[in-house]
T-cell receptor, first 111, second 112 residues
Framework: SAVISQKPSRDICQRGTSLTIQCQVD?????MFWYRQQPGQSLTLIAT?????????ESGFVIDKFPISRPNLTFSTLTVSNMSPEDSSIYLC????????FGSGTRLTVV | TQLLEQSPQFLSIQEGENLTVYCNSS?????LQWYRQEPGEGPVLLVT?????EVKKLKRLTFQFGDARKDSSLHITAAQPGDTGLYLC????????????FGAGTQVVVTP
């Protein structure tokens, strides 16, 4: 399975600012996804990152709040914009290649 | 939205005991996956099942997909402390290839 490097691993941010999370995959993958996970809880799909086109967002998530880029088959970014304390969570990217792989996550705290 | 319900939410057992975690839905999934997640890490895929009635074994772990492809179970034999973690099931609805919905997870703690 592919190996994903996700960064930053954690950050503490001021409300009103934005944070961009990066995921680099060690091989080309067909699909990449972004999830949010509250500590100790399950994962909620934010969007599917499409290579060369706009991401496909799930209900409750919008591009203005969570802009996503995927310039090629090995890299994607998720930006959490205009952050509030409610955005404090763990954000994970996932990739589908030969199998499904997750990054190690970004623990975001908004103060 | 197709919901996946996992039970129990929390399970604490002694080393050497057996345990079973359940994942149920009222809807059909084209495939179902089980993951284990440890603190500070992303989920790690354990198995994918795609055929109704399918049984897969991974050392001391046995995974079963229900005949109707609406439910699944994970059985661990002779649990060890290294089995401690959050176990998540994830189902892929028909016509949503590549997208998975996750259950709430079962936190398993195995004490020596």
């Amino acid at each position: 399975s592919a190996v994903i490097s996700q960064k930053p691993s954690r950050d503490i941010c001021q409300r009103g600012t934005s944070l961009t999370i990066q995921c680099q995959v060690d091989s080309q993958v067909t699909m990449m996804f972004w999830y949010r996970q509250q500590p100790g809880q399950s994962l909620t799909l934010i969007a599917t990152a499409n290579q060369g086109s706009e991401a496909t967002y799930e209900s409750g998530f919008v591009i203005d709040k969570f802009p996503i880029s995927r310039p090629n088959l090995t890299f994607s970014t998720l930006t959490v914009s205009n952050m509030s304390p409610e955005d404090s969570s763990i954000y994970l990217c996932s990739a589908k290649g030969a199998g499904y792989t997750f990054g190690s996550g970004t623990r975001l705290t908004v103060v | 939205t197709q919901l996946l319900e996992q039970s129990p939410q929390f399970l604490s057992i002694q080393e050497g005991e057996n345990l079973t975690v359940y994942c149920n839905s009222s809807s059909v999934f084209s495939s179902l996956q089980w993951y284990r997640q440890e603190p500070g890490e992303g989920p790690v895929l354990l198995v994918t099942v795609v055929t109704g009635g399918e049984v897969k074994k991974l050392k001391r772990l046995t995974f079963q997909f229900g005949d109707a492809r609406k439910d699944s179970s994970l059985h661990i034999t002779a649990a060890q402390p290294g089995d401690t973690g959050l176990y998540l099931c994830a189902g892929s609805p028909p016509d949503s290839w590549g997208k998975f919905q996750f259950g709430a997870g079962t936190q398993v703690v195995v004490t020596p």
